[in-house]
């Protein structure tokens, strides 16, 4: 009798540990853990504080990574822009609005499979990997055709690597001057944050 209890508390505890286990194993592949390897910036440089802004430095010591985001025109200082922002930190994704121009920074009430469906379009197009349009040798007679148009800049930020990548109105240049296949990655990842980013 008294061993029928014992195995039956064993058998109680063992099933409880089980459990816990998978439990931890599924949360593991269901959400995201930003590794080293994923959140390798290529074609960038050393971090340095010098060169963001405030609202960006503070965000980027408390996350794994960030990704700012925005679109301008030209004689327009970023210091008055206003950036869509996502930020990492341990499988935590949260997004933010940032205004230049009252300097605040709003959180956004994105759902997790909305975040999530940004970051994945931020790894299929191969933001962390990809050169900035500057870096890019592309012989093209039609590369003046048009001035003033909008320019799409990323910031992209982690504990010890960053890079800029600006792109000039790449929807237009895509076709006009082909050879640079990163304006297709570059006009894929504002078009989700488009598509998912709340209205203000």
Not at 10 to 16: E, G
Not at 173 to 188: D, H, K, M, T
């Amino acid at each position: 009798m008294f061993g029928s209890k014992i195995g039956l508390i064993l058998y109680s505890h063992t099933a409880a540990i089980l459990k816990l286990f998978f439990t931890l194993l599924i949360l593991f592949f269901v959400f995201p853990v930003f590794s080293q390897d994923t959140l390798r910036i290529e074609h960038g440089r050393d971090y340095d504080d010098s060169l963001v802004q405030p609202f960006m430095r503070s965000l980027n010591s408390e996350n794994d990574f960030v990704v700012a985001f925005r679109a301008f025109y030209p004689g327009k200082s970023a210091r008055v822009s206003e950036y869509f922002v996502l930020t990492g930190s341990g499988a935590q994704l949260k997004a933010y609005v940032y205004s230049g121009i009252n300097g605040r920074l709003k959180s956004l009430n994105l759902l997790p499979g909305s975040l999530d469906q940004i970051w994945k379009t931020f790894q299929q197009n191969d933001l962390f990997g990809i050169r900035d349009e500057k870096e890019i040798p592309n012989f093209c007679p039609k590369k003046y055709d048009i001035y003033e148009s909008h320019t799409y800049e990323f910031t992209i930020l982690s504990k010890s690597r960053m890079k800029v990548l600006s792109y000039y109105n790449p929807e237009y240049y895509i076709v006009a001057c082909y050879g640079i296949s990163e304006r297709q990655n570059i006009i894929n990842s504002v078009a989700v944050i488009d598509l998912l980013r709340p209205e203000n």
